[in-house]
Each structure stands twice: as structure tokens, then as C-alpha cells.
């Protein structure tokens, strides 16, 4: 079973909607990301989160709002979206980076939250 | 792009076969990993190996590392039915930060 919690599991909202994905990890870790998947490609990082600072931000449009309110808890607030935008969005997270800042080690991922946009 | 090219795209094969996943990266690197990916699922990280080892080992996954050639192989030896999923490689850049790359990924079936 995963330590990483994805709500909600799937989600169906139209263009003007606004939604938000919820990721929660209790493993102390303080690095937490958002990846966007397509269907038979690779994950694509969207956002990185370092002790609860927004420290990688992939050149994704505003309409994908991300939220760290605690060293817990990780949001993806969605906004207008568009049909492309249909995807897996996953979660992850991972130890601290050491001093130096670029040890990424082992990733602990959630299951996903299948998103449609109408 | 520090994406990796994983080769095959696709492999089938019999259970009890061995399986082996070919990545190819494009500079250099802090580590490389390994995740295995069930249809529709999240990720679940197999193995990282770091850019100053060659190989390792972990139950039936043996991994290679040569980053002369910029290039990683896993093997899954006696491959079982439940092994059935996508394995994709991933780098992490020196100074990249929490930066995780993940390459074009292998979809594996293993078949009875």
C-alpha cells in the first residue's frame, strides 16, 4: 500500500470549473511534487515543493494552481482548464535534500487522480 | 532533454524468461532509478543506483550502470505474470535539485 494519498481518485469537470487535487503523506517527508502523466508516456514534472517553498515550477500555465500548506498536505487547485489537460495527475514525495540540495533519492508516488476535462 | 530513451518500447515474454530494460541518458547524472509502473497505478520505485557504482542487485532485479555510455540496463531474472507493467528509468542531475527526470518507459508482459 501506498504512504502517499491521492484525492479524489478520479474527477470529471467542465472548462469553467474550478477543482482541486489533495495529496497527503505522513512519512516526515519535505519534498513533494506533482507529476502529469498521459496516457502511455512518461510522468512530467510539474512542481517541486522543498520544506514547504515552491522550488520547481516547470514552465506549467497558471490555470494549475499549486498549495503547500504544511509539510503534509500538497494541493493542485484547477482552474478553466482544457480538454488537453485530461490526464493522470500524480503525487510524490521524498527525504529532504542533503545540504548541498541535489540528492534527489527515492520518490513514494500515490496512486493518481484521473482528471477529464468536459 | 535529460529524458531517457528506454529500448525496447515494448517486450513480451514467457514466464521464467529473464527481461531486460535498456535506458539511455544524455548527461551526466547524479543518480539513476528504476520504477515499475501497473497500468493505470502510481509508481513504485525499484532500485537507485548512484553515478560512482557499476551494479546492483535487489531480489530478482540486477541493474548496470555505465555512464561512459551514458547508459543503464535491468534485467528481472525468472520473470513472473504479476511483473506485467511499465518500467521507466529516471535521473537526477548534479545541482538539479529535487529534479526527477523520467525516461519514454518499457511496457513488459509477461505471459503463461
Known amino acids: 500500500d501506498t504512504e502517499v494519498t491521492q484525492t479524489p481518485k478520479h474527477l470529471v469537470m467542465g472548462m469553467t470549473n474550478k477543482k482541486s487535487l489533495k495529496c497527503e503523506q505522513h512519512?516526515?517527508?519535505?519534498?513533494m511534487y506533482w507529476y502529469k502523466q498521459k496516457a502511455k508516456k512518461p510522468p512530467e514534472l510539474m512542481f517541486v515543493?522543498?520544506?514547504?517553498?515552491?522550488?520547481i515550477n516547470e514552465s506549467v500555465p497558471s490555470r494549475f494552481s499549486p498549495e503547500c500548506p504544511n509539510s503534509s498536505l500538497l494541493n493542485l487547485h484547477l482552474h478553466a482548464l482544457q480538454p488537453e489537460d485530461s490526464a493522470l495527475y500524480l503525487c510524490?514525495?521524498?527525504?529532504?535534500?542533503?545540504?548541498?540540495?541535489?540528492?534527489?533519492?527515492?520518490?513514494?508516488f500515490g496512486e493518481g487522480s484521473r482528471l477529464t476535462v468536459l | 532533454s535529460q529524458q531517457g530513451e528506454e529500448d525496447p518500447q515494448a517486450l513480451s515474454i514467457q514466464e521464467g524468461e529473464n527481461a531486460t530494460m535498456n535506458c539511455s541518458y544524455k548527461?551526466?547524472?547524479?543518480?539513476l532509478q528504476w520504477y515499475r509502473q501497473n497500468s493505470g497505478r502510481g509508481l513504485v520505485h525499484l532500485i537507485l543506483?548512484?553515478?560512482?557504482?557499476r551494479e546492483k542487485h535487489s531480489g530478482r532485479l540486477r541493474v548496470t550502470l555505465d555512464t561512459s555510455k551514458k547508459s543503464s540496463s535491468l534485467l528481472i531474472t525468472a520473470s513472473r505474470a504479476a511483473d506485467t507493467a511499465s518500467y521507466f528509468c529516471a535521473t537526477s542531475l548534479p545541482g538539479g535539485g529535487n529534479k526527477l527526470t523520467f525516461g519514454t518507459g518499457t511496457q513488459l508482459k509477461v505471459e503463461l
Open positions: 512519512m516526515g517527508h519535505r519534498a
Open positions: 510524490a514525495s521524498s527525504r529532504s535534500p542533503g545540504t548541498s540540495g541535489a540528492n534527489t533519492g527515492e520518490l513514494f
Open positions: 548527461t551526466s547524472i547524479n543518480n
Open positions: 515543493y522543498s520544506y514547504e517553498k515552491l522550488s
Open positions: 543506483i548512484r553515478s560512482n557504482e
